[in-house]
């Protein structure tokens, strides 16, 4: 896979990303990822605003076109178009398991968890759990087009056994690679491979 | 002791309180129930003993099957039913329950005991095919997946005989006799006892490995039976509000899972004292009898059958943030429970939630109403509304109060999202990306405000009222709440302050700010800030795990706009609480 690439769709992923995020989603090393970086933003393609870096709307333009060209192979392979629709039936469980991890049901209204009662996160942790086991097979199809999907299922093991060892905060921390962090910028990332758009 | 069937089986009579070690946290809650002398549904317990046992040598211990035989024999003598068979027949639950309750174990299989045969016996008897046909599906499913951990294709759903063939299919088999089910499912239980997630779980917590599960078989009672029939939940004071009087919801002729399906509209609880007056007396009695035991307000599961009534699970009511507060300071005056625990009960984000900003009263009177959503974080924010993340950031940091506005929002949002004062999408509900990181980030939410609808306001002043859920125009008055307006804080903050390990004050004596100090926004980096300063303010200081290290470094007074939150959480750091 063309490196540059890589870089673009890191930065598409996680804007405002810091190098070592970047490096994380392209699956790259961080070093050889400085060089990469150093040559879009003196393409054009990246701005850098101080350690953080976002794509230009030409950068925007080319990676968007590098989907269609690179990922021709996955998008007209039928097992991986199978594991995708798989993928989207545990996504609709996965967001049902994280809205209840945030929320809880008081005297039949909806109001946000306090996780002042550990039996009842326990249970969630434990769907999240399910949910994990359930991805994993459909990361490993997609990794065999896409060898970088293999990254996230360690990133959401990494997350999953953090909050199974009780750190809250690595469910759904929006400014942490949380279970559901890693996991939208997975969603993210399949989508644009296939070129498809989000549902909500 | 209970009345003990064999070795490794027991009959919950309420005779007698075994120890939790040998019965588990939910058997030695029923036991408890029945102690009380509070009707709880038929139940035994095969003991952790039998567990020990089971795992020592792979198999069932001798003798173990003669007496699950005995035990359903009880059973079945208590509610004059049979198991699997005959015209009035006997289903039970079967569940996991170690002496400290623990994540991944077995769930509950349900309505163990029907087939073909007692389904229709089901069905004459309730005189509702459905109901019965209902109970079979649920039956398979659940010991498909917890049992036998297979998968069944939804074009399977709803008939027992499909569901059947697809099991067999993944070359898996449901046991011919309710006998085998029920050895089966114990079986599970057991093994579910070195499950991945148990066992990290015991290796994190120290919980030895040698304790095992007991397991639980309870008779099943039905509400949907006759129309003295029915089920529904009590709770032993309003667990929204907090006032002191019973809140509850009865579904007249349902059974358990209809209130959860949200199938039904369920009834106050006014109407079952209207139609079983007896039962309403009894029930009502039975929760202050949990709420005084416990020292806790209690949310009591319960069930009316053929206008007897029974609990099914009682435990300490989750509470919104308004009722954690009044349940303490109203426990405390009745002499119920010491101010320390009251204290205990109500976290510093609970306080904090209270006292978040919300619109002066009567401040939307007449307000003009520009959009409505689906509320998905509560709070109140206002600002000029953009629809592009990056805007957002830039105006927020050059001093702008901005709206969030975007038809959905993604992972690219997210640094908008944490500019904002409120964010608003068109569509997607209260699982969407919108809904979940904005109630990560706290951020006051509406979404799913239909197509166009928030989009169009861009360069227009609005308030977010994500508490009633509308889009007004303009900057609305907004107010902060102060601890000391509110007598129930006020008294809260009294006895916080007589507790409390350091100094929490709202007047500045020329603290250390650290608000002006390099990275003392991130708690990771406030005890290498704190070291040598004995008054601080600003930075992360208020949160919980900024006042955590406020105390490990020996900081004596935190200057903060809201004392309470902060001594809360200096509490619950010295009494040594998880964040």
Not at chain 1, 157 to 163: D, P, Q, T, V
Not at chain 2, 39 to 54: F, Q, S
Not at chain 2, 452 to 468: Q, Y
């Given at each position: 896979?063309?490196?540059?690439?890589?870089?673009?769709?890191?930065?598409?992923?996680?804007?405002?990303?810091?190098?070592?995020?970047?490096?994380?989603?392209?699956?790259?090393?961080?070093?050889?990822?400085?060089?990469?970086?150093?040559?879009?933003?003196?393409?054009?393609?990246?701005?850098?605003?101080?350690?953080?870096?976002?794509?230009?709307?030409?950068?925007?333009?080319?990676?968007?076109?590098?989907?269609?060209?690179?990922?021709?192979?996955?998008?007209?392979?039928?097992?991986?178009?199978?594991?995708?629709?798989?993928?989207?039936?545990?996504?609709?469980?996965?967001?049902?398991?994280?809205?209840?991890?945030?929320?809880?049901?008081?005297?039949?209204?909806?109001?946000?968890?306090?996780?002042?009662?550990?039996?009842?996160?326990?249970?969630?942790?434990?769907?999240?759990?399910?949910?994990?086991?359930?991805?994993?097979?459909?990361?490993?199809?997609?990794?065999?087009?896409?060898?970088?999907?293999?990254?996230?299922?360690?990133?959401?093991?990494?997350?999953?056994?953090?909050?199974?060892?009780?750190?809250?905060?690595?469910?759904?921390?929006?400014?942490?690679?949380?279970?559901?962090?890693?996991?939208?910028?997975?969603?993210?990332?399949?989508?644009?491979?296939?070129?498809?758009?989000?549902?909500? | 002791?209970?009345?003990?069937?064999?070795?490794?089986?027991?009959?919950?009579?309420?005779?007698?309180?075994?120890?939790?070690?040998?019965?588990?946290?939910?058997?030695?809650?029923?036991?408890?129930?029945?102690?009380?002398?509070?009707?709880?549904?038929?139940?035994?317990?095969?003991?952790?003993?039998?567990?020990?046992?089971?795992?020592?040598?792979?198999?069932?211990?001798?003798?173990?099957?003669?007496?699950?035989?005995?035990?359903?024999?009880?059973?079945?003598?208590?509610?004059?039913?049979?198991?699997?068979?005959?015209?009035?027949?006997?289903?039970?639950?079967?569940?996991?329950?170690a002496a400290i309750s623990m994540p991944g174990m077995m769930d509950t299989v349900l309505n163990l005991g029907i087939n073909d045969a007692t389904e229709a016996a089901l069905a004459a008897e309730s005189g509702d095919a459905g109901f019965a046909r209902d109970t079979h599906r649920r039956f398979l499913e659940l010991y498909a997946g917890i049992v036998l951990k297979a998968t069944l294709p939804e074009s399977s759903a709803g008939d027992p005989r499909a569901m059947v063939e697809a099991i067999e299919g993944q070359g898996l088999q449901v046991p011919a006799t309710a006998r085998e089910q029920l050895h089966a499912a114990v079986e599970a239980v057991f093994a579910s006892w070195n499950s991945r997630r148990a066992k990290r779980y015991r290796k994190h917590h120290d919980i030895p490995d040698s304790l095992g599960t007991a397991v639980t078989v309870q008779a099943m009672v039905?509400?949907?039976?006759?129309?003295?029939?029915?089920?529904?939940?009590?709770?032993?004071?309003?667990?929204?509000?907090?006032?002191?009087?019973?809140?509850?919801?009865?579904?007249?002729?349902?059974?358990?899972?209809?209130?959860?399906?949200?199938?039904?509209?369920?009834?106050?609880?006014?109407?079952?004292?209207?139609?079983?007056?007896?039962?309403?007396?009894?029930?009502?009695?039975?929760?202050?009898?949990?709420?005084?035991?416990?020292?806790?307000?209690?949310?009591?599961?319960?069930?009316?059958?053929?206008?007897?009534?029974?609990?099914?699970?009682?435990?300490?009511?989750?509470?919104?943030?308004?009722?954690?507060?009044?349940?303490?300071?109203?426990?405390?005056?009745?002499?119920?429970?010491?101010?320390?625990?009251?204290?205990?009960?109500?976290?510093?984000?609970?306080?904090?939630?209270?006292?978040?900003?919300?619109?002066?009263?009567?401040?939307?009177?007449?307000?003009?109403?520009?959009?409505?959503?689906?509320?998905?974080?509560?709070?109140?924010?206002?600002g000029v509304v953009v629809t592009d993340s990056d805007e957002a950031e830039r105006r927020h940091e050059a001093g702008e109060a901005v709206v969030l506005a975007r038809a959905t929002t993604s992972p690219e949002d997210v640094h908008g999202m944490i500019a904002a004062s409120a964010v608003l999408t068109e569509q997607g509900g209260s699982t969407s990306h919108a809904a979940v990181v904005g109630r990560a980030l706290g951020v006051p939410?509406?979404?799913?405000?239909?197509?166009?609808?928030?989009?169009?306001?861009?360069?227009?002043?609005?308030?977010?009222?994500?508490?009633?859920?509308?889009?007004?125009?303009?900057?609305?008055?907004?107010?902060?709440?102060?601890?000391?307006?509110?007598?129930?804080?006020?008294?809260?903050?009294?006895?916080?302050?007589?507790?409390?390990?350091?100094?929490?004050?709202?007047?500045?004596?020329?603290?250390?700010?650290?608000?002006?100090?390099?990275?003392?926004?991130?708690?990771?980096?406030?005890?290498?800030?704190?070291?040598?300063?004995?008054?601080?303010?600003?930075?992360?200081?208020?949160?919980?795990?900024?006042?955590?290290?406020?105390?490990?470094?020996?900081?004596?007074?935190?200057?903060?706009?809201?004392?309470?939150?902060?001594?809360?959480?200096?509490?619950?750091?010295?009494?040594?609480?998880?964040?």
């Open positions: 896979m063309n490196e540059s690439h890589l870089v673009l769709h890191g930065i598409a992923v996680k804007k405002h990303g810091g190098r070592d995020a970047i490096a994380d989603l392209a699956g790259l090393d961080a070093a050889a990822v400085d060089g990469l970086l150093e040559a879009a933003v003196a393409g054009g393609r990246v701005a850098q605003v101080e350690d953080k870096f976002l794509l230009t709307p030409a950068g925007r333009m080319i990676v968007d076109a590098q989907y269609s060209r690179f990922y021709a192979a996955a998008r007209e392979d039928a097992e991986f178009r199978a594991a995708h629709e798989r993928f989207e039936i545990v996504n609709n469980e996965l967001k049902q398991v994280i809205t209840d991890w945030q929320t809880m049901s008081v005297g039949g209204e909806k109001i946000a968890n306090d996780h002042s009662d550990p039996d009842y996160d326990d249970k969630v942790i434990d769907r999240l759990g399910q949910v994990h086991e359930k991805v994993e097979p459909i990361l490993k199809r997609f990794a065999v087009n896409v060898p970088r999907f293999a990254h996230y299922l360690a990133k959401l093991e990494a997350a999953l056994e953090k909050a199974e060892d009780g750190e809250a905060k690595w469910v759904s921390d929006a400014t942490l690679d949380s279970y559901h962090t890693v996991w939208f910028e997975l969603h993210e990332d399949i989508l644009r491979v296939l070129g498809r758009e989000r549902e909500e | 002791m209970a009345q003990a069937l064999g070795e490794f089986v027991l009959a919950l009579d309420g005779s007698a309180l075994p120890p939790r070690e040998q019965i588990g946290g939910k058997a030695w809650s029923v036991a408890r129930m029945l102690a009380l002398g509070l009707p709880v549904p038929p139940a035994v317990v095969i003991t952790t003993d039998a567990c020990r046992a089971y795992l020592d040598q792979g198999h069932f211990p001798d003798g173990l099957e003669d007496q699950i035989g005995a035990a359903v024999a009880w059973l079945e003598a208590q509610t004059g039913r049979t198991l699997g068979d005959g015209d009035k027949p006997l289903l039970v639950s079967v569940r996991s329950g039905f509400g949907n039976l006759d129309d003295r029939s029915g089920t529904g939940v009590l709770f032993s004071r309003n667990p929204l509000h907090g006032d002191p009087e019973p809140y509850g919801e009865y579904l007249h002729r349902a059974q358990g899972e209809d209130v959860v399906s949200g199938k039904f509209t369920p009834e106050p609880l006014s109407s079952l004292r209207e139609a079983l007056p007896e039962v309403h007396d009894a029930l009502i009695a039975a929760a202050q009898t949990l709420e005084r035991e416990n020292g806790d307000v209690q949310d009591i599961e319960f069930t009316v059958q053929r206008g007897e009534l029974f609990l099914l699970q009682s435990r300490a009511a989750k509470r919104a943030p308004a009722a954690a507060v009044r349940f303490a300071v109203d426990m405390v005056n009745e002499g119920r429970i010491e101010a320390a625990t009251a204290l205990a009960r109500v976290s510093a984000e609970q306080v904090r939630s209270l006292l978040k900003p919300r619109l002066v009263e009567g401040a939307t009177d007449g307000a003009e109403i520009l959009a409505r959503g689906e509320i998905a974080c509560q709070g109140v924010g206002a939410c509406l979404v799913g405000c239909g197509e166009g609808s928030v989009t169009a306001l861009a360069g227009r002043e609005v308030t977010v009222d994500a508490n009633g859920g509308a889009v007004h125009a303009g900057l609305l008055e907004v107010v902060s709440p102060s601890e000391t307006d509110d007598p129930l804080l006020a008294q809260l903050t009294q006895w916080a302050a007589e507790r409390c390990p350091i100094t929490v004050t709202d007047t500045d004596d020329g603290a250390f700010d650290l608000d002006h100090v390099e990275g003392a926004e991130d708690p990771q980096r406030l005890p290498a800030l704190l070291a040598g300063h004995d008054s601080v303010r600003g930075g992360a200081i208020e949160s919980d795990a900024g006042v955590a290290a406020a105390l490990a470094a020996g900081v004596s007074t935190i200057v903060a706009r809201h004392p309470l939150p902060v001594m809360l959480a200096a509490l619950a750091a010295s009494r040594g609480d998880d964040a």
